[in-house]
C-alpha cells in the first residue's frame, strides 16, 4: 500500500493557537484526509515545540515550572484539534523521552561525523522567532523577521557544519524541481544558499529548558535543531528503529519558516546519511481585516470563536477558497460573510434543500436511478474528477473548491433549466425522477469530492443519497452513476442556516 506522511510545523507551547496555526493545520489535515480517501497508508502528524528561551520566559511569568506550562497548553492545543476535525494519527511532544533519544542520538552521530565542533557564539538572538541573525542584519536593535528586539548572546557553543552542505543542497534543489513549492520561493532560497552559508550554532549554555547535549553538561540543544528532529522521532528514529516511515512526502509549513525545512534541515539530515523530505510547502501569511495579527494590537482570531459563529467546515472553507495556499490572505468579517451566504448557504445548502423535499414528497422518498445524464453536468463531473488529483497533488486547495464550485454551479443551473417542480402535477414521474436523480447523483459526488474539506458536510450529504465516507475504489467512485436505486431517502437538514452570520 502506497504511503503518505504529511506533517504540520510543531506549534511552540507559549501562548493560545490562533488562526494562523489553525490554518497550517488544517491544510495538512485536508491532504491527510484526501490520501486516505485514495486507499493509501497516512501518517498525519502534528505536535508541540516545547524548549527553548521563550517557553521558559513564558512559564516564568505565569509562576509555573516550564512542564506545568507546557501541559497546560498541550491541552488547550488538543481540544482546540478537536474542535477543527483533525484527524492526526499521532501528536509528537519534543518533551518527551523517545524524542530526547532521538535528538541525542542525532547530535552524538553529527559530532562522530566532524560535522559538530565546539566554539563560542557571539551576536544577536531573536527570542520569539529563536533565530540567530547577523549583526548586519539587524536593524535598530530590531529582528529582520519579526521586527521585536533582538538581545545580545555570548555563549560557549557547539556548531553545526551548515558551510559544508552549500553545494550539496544547491544541488538538491537544481535536481528536485519539486522539492519546494510554490515555485516562486525556489528562487529566493537558491538565493539565500548562494550568499554562502554560515555554520549553525546549535547549543546554548545560557538556556536550561532543552534536550541535554549528550557528554557536555551546561549545554543544551538549540530549539531548531530540536524540533527539526521530530520529523524523524515519529518515524522511529532513535527507538533502535530503522524508521520505515521516513522520508516525508509533505511538510506543511509558513512562509517564514522555510528556511529552516529547506536549508538547515535537509543539511541535517545529509550530515545523518538520511533521505530528504520530497516536497516542502511554505503557505502564506493572514492578516485581520487588513492589519498584521498581534496581541499587541488586540486583533487575534481565536478559531472557535469562528467555529462557534459560522460552524468548522464553513471555517475550514473559508480558509483553504479565499487565497491559494501560498499566497497570503486578509480575514475579514465581510468576506467570511460573503463567502458563507453565497458559496455554502446558497450554491450549496440551497442545491441540497431544493431537491430532497422534492424527492421525498413525490417519489415516495426513494433515490430513484441514476439516468445517463444532462450533458452539461456530466462533464462537469468529469472535469472535476480528472482534475482533483493535480490539484490535490500541487496543495492547490483553492483551485480544487472552485472546481468543486463548478459542479455545484451546474447541478443549479440544470434544475433551473429542468424545472422539477413543474413537473409534479402532471403526473410526469418518470421525468421527474430523471431530474432527480441526476441532481442527487451530483450530491453522491460532492460528498465524495468534499470529504477532505468538509468532513461534517460531506458526512450530511453522504447521508442523504446513501454514499459512505471511505470509497474503497476512489476512481470508481468518483464516476458518474453511482447512485444507488431504491434507497431511503432521509431527510435532509440545512446545512449552512441563512441566520447565522446576519449579527
Ligand atoms: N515551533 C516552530 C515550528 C517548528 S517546526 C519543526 C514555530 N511554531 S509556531 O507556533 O510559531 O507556529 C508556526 C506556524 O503557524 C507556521 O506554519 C506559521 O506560518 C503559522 N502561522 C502563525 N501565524 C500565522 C498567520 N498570521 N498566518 C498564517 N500562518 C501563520 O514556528
Same mark, same amino acid.
Given at each position: 500500500?502506497?504511503?503518505?506522511?504529511?506533517?504540520?510545523?510543531?506549534?511552540y507551547v507559549n501562548d493560545?493557537?490562533?488562526?494562523?496555526?489553525?490554518?497550517?493545520?488544517?491544510?495538512?489535515?485536508?491532504?491527510?484526509?484526501?490520501?486516505?480517501?485514495?486507499?493509501?497508508?497516512?501518517?498525519?502528524?502534528?505536535?508541540?515545540?516545547?524548549?527553548?528561551q521563550k517557553i521558559a520566559e513564558a512559564a516564568a511569568s505565569a509562576?509555573v515550572?516550564p512542564?506545568?506550562w507546557a501541559?497546560?497548553i498541550?491541552?488547550?492545543?488538543?481540544?482546540?484539534?478537536?474542535?477543527?476535525?483533525? %484527524?492526526?494519527?499521532?501528536?509528537?511532544?519534543?518533551?518527551?523521552?523517545?524524542?530526547?533519544?532521538?535528538?541525542?542520538?542525532?547530535?552524538?552521530?553529527?559530532?562522530?561525523?566532524?560535522?559538530?565542533?565546539?566554539?563560542?557564539?557571539?551576536?544577536?538572538?531573536?527570542?520569539?522567532?529563536?533565530?540567530?541573525?547577523?549583526?548586519?542584519?539587524?536593524?535598530?536593535?530590531?529582528?529582520?523577521?519579526?521586527?521585536?528586539?533582538?538581545?545580545?548572546? %555570548?555563549?560557549?557553543?557547539?556548531?553545526?557544519?551548515?558551510?559544508?552542505?552549500?553545494?550539496?543542497?544547491?544541488?538538491?534543489?537544481?535536481?528536485?524541481?519539486?522539492?519546494?513549492?510554490?515555485?516562486?520561493? *525556489?528562487?529566493?532560497? *537558491?538565493?539565500?544558499?548562494?550568499?554562502?552559508?554560515?555554520?549553525?550554532?546549535?547549543?546554548?549554555?545560557?538556556?536550561?529548558?532543552?534536550?541535554?547535549?549528550?557528554?557536555?553538561?551546561?549545554?543544551?540543544?538549540?530549539?531548531?535543531?530540536?524540533?527539526?528532529?521530530?520529523?524523524?522521532?515519529?518515524?522511529?528514529?532513535?527507538?533502535?528503529?530503522?524508521?520505515?516511515?521516513?522520508?516525508?512526502?509533505?511538510?506543511?509549513?509558513?512562509?517564514?519558516?522555510?528556511?529552516?525545512?529547506?536549508?538547515?534541515?535537509?543539511?541535517?539530515?545529509?550530515?545523518?546519511?538520511?533521505?530528504?523530505?520530497?516536497?516542502?510547502?511554505?503557505?502564506?501569511?493572514?492578516?485581520?481585516?487588513?492589519?498584521?495579527?498581534?496581541?499587541?494590537?488586540?486583533?487575534?482570531?481565536?478559531?472557535?470563536?469562528?467555529?462557534?459563529?459560522?460552524?468548522?467546515?464553513?471555517?475550514?472553507?473559508?480558509?483553504?477558497?479565499?487565497?491559494?495556499?501560498?499566497?497570503?490572505?486578509?480575514?475579514?468579517?465581510?468576506?467570511?460573510?460573503?463567502?458563507?451566504?453565497?458559496?455554502?448557504?446558497?450554491?450549496?445548502?440551497?442545491?441540497?434543500?431544493?431537491?430532497?423535499?422534492?424527492?421525498?414528497?413525490?417519489?415516495?422518498?426513494?433515490?430513484?436511478?441514476?439516468?445517463?445524464?444532462?450533458?452539461?453536468?456530466?462533464?462537469?463531473?468529469?472535469?472535476?474528477?480528472?482534475?482533483?488529483?493535480?490539484?490535490?497533488?500541487?496543495?492547490?486547495?483553492?483551485?480544487?473548491? %472552485?472546481?468543486?464550485?463548478?459542479?455545484?454551479?451546474?447541478?443549479?443551473?440544470?434544475?433551473?433549466?429542468?424545472?422539477?417542480?413543474?413537473?409534479?402535477?402532471?403526473?410526469?414521474?418518470?421525468?421527474?425522477?430523471?431530474?432527480?436523480?441526476?441532481?442527487?447523483?451530483?450530491?453522491?459526488?460532492? %460528498?465524495?469530492?468534499?470529504?477532505?474539506?468538509?468532513?461534517?458536510?460531506?458526512?450530511?450529504?453522504?447521508?442523504?443519497?446513501?454514499?459512505?465516507?471511505?470509497?474503497?475504489?476512489?476512481?470508481?467512485?468518483?464516476?458518474?452513476?453511482?447512485?444507488?436505486?431504491?434507497?431511503?431517502?432521509?431527510?435532509?437538514?440545512?446545512?449552512?442556516?441563512?441566520?447565522?452570520?446576519?449579527?
Open positions: 500500500m502506497k504511503r503518505f506522511y504529511v506533517t504540520t510545523p510543531l506549534y493560545r493557537l490562533h488562526l494562523g496555526h489553525a490554518y497550517s493545520t488544517i491544510a495538512a489535515d485536508v491532504l491527510a484526509r484526501y490520501h486516505r480517501l485514495r486507499g493509501e497508508d497516512v501518517f498525519f502528524l502534528t505536535g508541540t515545540d516545547e524548549h527553548g509562576g515550572t512542564q506545568e501541559d497546560r498541550v491541552e488547550d492545543d488538543q481540544d482546540l484539534w478537536k474542535r477543527l476535525n483533525i %484527524s492526526h494519527d499521532e501528536f509528537i511532544r519534543t518533551t518527551e523521552g523517545r524524542h530526547h533519544r532521538a535528538v541525542q542520538q542525532a547530535f552524538r552521530a553529527m559530532r562522530e561525523g566532524g560535522d559538530i565542533y565546539p566554539g563560542t557564539y557571539r551576536g544577536p538572538y531573536c527570542v520569539p522567532c529563536e533565530t540567530y541573525h547577523l549583526p548586519a542584519e539587524v536593524e535598530g536593535g530590531n529582528c529582520p523577521d519579526c521586527g521585536r528586539p533582538v538581545t545580545e548572546v %555570548s555563549e560557549e557553543t557547539f556548531y553545526f557544519k551548515l558551510s559544508r552542505f552549500e553545494k550539496p543542497l544547491l544541488k538538491h534543489f537544481e535536481q528536485h524541481p519539486d522539492f519546494l513549492r510554490p515555485a516562486a520561493r *525556489v528562487a529566493e532560497m *537558491v538565493r539565500f544558499i548562494r550568499q554562502g552559508l554560515r555554520d549553525q550554532s546549535i547549543s546554548r549554555t545560557q538556556v536550561r529548558w532543552g534536550v541535554p547535549v549528550p557528554d557536555q553538561p551546561g549545554h543544551t540543544v538549540y530549539v531548531w535543531f530540536d524540533a527539526l528532529m521530530n520529523y524523524l522521532t515519529a518515524a522511529g528514529y532513535g527507538a533502535g528503529q530503522i524508521p520505515s516511515t521516513w522520508p516525508a512526502d509533505v511538510h506543511v509549513v509558513g512562509k517564514e519558516i522555510v528556511r529552516f525545512h529547506t536549508v538547515i534541515w535537509p543539511a541535517m539530515l545529509m550530515a545523518l546519511g538520511l533521505p530528504l523530505p520530497r516536497r516542502v510547502f511554505g503557505h502564506g501569511w493572514w492578516t485581520v481585516e487588513g492589519e498584521k495579527m498581534s496581541k499587541s494590537r488586540g486583533n487575534v482570531v481565536d478559531p472557535r470563536a469562528v467555529c462557534d459563529e459560522v460552524g468548522v467546515d464553513a471555517f475550514r472553507y473559508f480558509l483553504l477558497r479565499e487565497v491559494p495556499f501560498g499566497s497570503d490572505g486578509d480575514f475579514s468579517r465581510a468576506s467570511l460573510r460573503r463567502r458563507y451566504a453565497a458559496d455554502l448557504a446558497n450554491d450549496l445548502g440551497n442545491l441540497v434543500s431544493r431537491i430532497v423535499p422534492l424527492a421525498r414528497r413525490h417519489l415516495g422518498a426513494r433515490s430513484p436511478r441514476a439516468p445517463e445524464g444532462d450533458p452539461e453536468l456530466r462533464r462537469a463531473a468529469g472535469v472535476l474528477a480528472e482534475r482533483m488529483p493535480g490539484w490535490m497533488d500541487e496543495l492547490e486547495f483553492h483551485a480544487a473548491l %472552485s472546481g468543486v464550485w463548478d459542479l455545484v454551479t451546474a447541478a443549479n443551473r440544470f434544475i433551473d433549466r429542468a424545472a422539477p417542480w413543474r413537473l409534479t402535477g402532471n403526473g410526469d414521474r418518470s421525468r421527474l425522477g430523471e431530474v432527480v436523480g441526476q441532481v442527487l447523483e451530483v450530491l453522491r459526488l460532492l %460528498s465524495i469530492h468534499l470529504a477532505p474539506f468538509m468532513p461534517e458536510t460531506a458526512a450530511a450529504i453522504g447521508g442523504v443519497v446513501g454514499q459512505g465516507l471511505s470509497p474503497r475504489d476512489y476512481p470508481a467512485a468518483v464516476r458518474w452513476g453511482g447512485l444507488v436505486e431504491g434507497r431511503e431517502l432521509p431527510e435532509a437538514k440545512p446545512l449552512f442556516p441563512k441566520d447565522r452570520v446576519t449579527r
